[in-house]
């Protein structure tokens, strides 16, 4: 018997990753929804043949799209999981999730889940990348994704959360010519969210709150208050070296150099251009 659970995955030019997600949901998920953005590939092909709920909406930002979902789409679940399409469920966590919903308390309106990072084949397991706990489930109506476009996590508007011990894993198949292109993306949004563009619900920086609050105190208190490029570097430094990123092997040097350091990079790239040129926002490139 499947779990009174929904999945909803936003899609857009999926082909690479949808059908593995959607495989590692089949058995478990009584409702899987894909709200996709007009996908000119295979990847509403692929999710027809998981018996998906398929619908199309316009993309604003990551946050919007999911907000959408839960206002407009009869959401069947008593429990909704958010997952990306290049993200996996693993039969551990599913299990867990059976055997907790068994037993859940009144109160619990959410879970924090595991997220172990697969990249060029590699399981990153350090530099800081494992585990990522994220609230990625919760009771239906009982959360929304914070009003950001960028770095935007899952707040639960009433009730607790509690900690699930299983990994759900994150491996995207796609290249890195697109991997770059994807940050390059984020890396002008980010630079707008650091310029003071803040949501109407956004969760509280928290320094001794769950991992998602703590990271988003020191983020806003000491690394955007640093000097401009030199924290990009720094921030690398700490990742590779004291968080030892080194030993995640030739694929862990490509992914802390170009995540820790080259993107951090791009986005005060994009911060000074916005300062000495008095661009607006939307000028980024």
């Known amino acids: 018997m499947k779990l009174p659970v929904s999945v909803i995955i936003l899609t857009y030019n999926e082909e690479e990753n949808i059908g593995i997600c959607l495989k590692s949901i089949a058995d478990w998920a009584e409702e899987v929804v894909i709200v996709d953005s007009f996908s000119t590939d295979r990847t509403i092909t692929i999710a027809k043949q998981y018996n998906a709920v398929i619908c199309q909406h316009e993309f604003k930002s990551q946050a919007q799209q999911f907000n959408w979902s839960l206002d ?3 959401i069947k679940g008593q429990w909704v999981i958010r997952l990306d399409a290049d993200e996996r469920m693993t039969d551990g966590l599913w299990e867990e999730i059976s055997h907790r919903l068994k037993t859940v308390k009144a109160d619990t309106n959410g879970f924090i889940l595991n997220r172990r990072l697969h990249f060029l084949g590699r399981w990153i397991k350090h530099g800081g990348c494992y585990p990522i706990r994220l609230l990625r489930m919760f009771r239906r109506g009982t959360a929304r994704s914070e009003d950001k476009i960028m770095d935007e996590h899952l707040v639960l508007l009433e009730g607790k959360a509690e900690k699930l011990v ?11 010519y697109w991997w770059t292109g994807k940050h390059n993306d984020y890396s002008s949004r980010e630079a707008e969210e650091i310029a003071g563009t803040a949501g109407k619900l956004e969760m509280r920086p928290d320094l001794f709150g769950g991992q998602a609050a703590s990271k988003r105190w020191v983020k806003k208190n000491l690394y955007v208050k640093s000097p401009l490029f030199g924290r990009a570097l720094g921030y690398f430094v700490y990742r590779y ?20 350091l080259w993107y951090r990079f791009l986005v005060d790239a994009k911060i000074y251009e916005r300062n000495t040129a008095g661009n607006k926002p939307g000028q980024l490139s």
């Open 72 to 74: 407009n789409l009869n």
């Open 166 to 176: 299983n990994d759900f894993i994150h491996e995207n198949r796609k290249s890195i």
């Open 241 to 260: 070296f004291i968080r030892l990123g080194f030993l995640d092997g030739r694929p862990g040097l490509i992914f802390h150099f170009l995540q820790a």
